[in-house]
């Protein structure tokens, strides 16, 4: 991606606005975090030691803290019409969230962006060990017919 050239290497305004259009910077109406998972990401235990997916202290202080009473997050994806109701405990994200991360097939590694669309509706990305964006492809039908296969492969291999 090319960063547009100021005149003299100074930032005009109309630089600064193409500037940050130009790397996708977010919307401050829908504010981003992002979180590498770590051991025990699923486990939603409170105050354990790096074992839980704990919400980051500057996004909790600044877009939820205060800002409403409801505890019950909304998270929706680009894998799925679904959407799983997680609850929010202090920073922690406990009932729902191994539900969620089951279903996204969340390993240790991954990294997932919440982009918080407003009444504690997030959309999750997640990025695998690449770097890159997971893409999914209807999981659940492709791995029974994946399983399906692999059944038929092992019987005929093993007669």
């Not at 919307?27 to 770590?38: A, G, I, Q, S």
């Not at 997916?53 to 929706?76: D, M, V």
Request: a negative charge; aromatic letters at 10%.
């Amino acid at each position: 991606m090319a960063i547009p050239a100021a005149n003299d290497g100074d930032l005009s305004p109309s630089t600064e606005q193409g500037f940050e259009h130009n790397l996708g910077m977010a919307n401050p109406h829908e504010p981003h975090f992002f979180k590498p998972l770590l051991p025990g990401f699923q486990s939603g235990v409170i105050r354990t030691s790096l074992s839980l997916f704990t919400i980051p202290l500057a996004f909790f202080s600044k877009h939820i803290e205060g800002k409403t009473n409801q505890k019950t997050w909304k998270l929706r994806s680009d894998a799925s019409d679904q959407t799983w109701e997680v609850i929010q405990e202090d920073r922690t994200l406990t009932r729902g969230w191994k539900d969620f991360t089951t279903a996204h097939d969340l390993q240790i590694g991954d990294l997932v962006i919440f982009k918080h669309e407003g009444d504690m509706v997030f959309h999750v990305t997640p990025f695998g060990p690449s770097c890159c964006e997971i893409q999914y492809t209807h999981p659940h039908i492709i791995k029974e017919e994946a399983d399906a296969g692999d059944a038929d492969d092992n019987e005929i291999s093993k007669s």
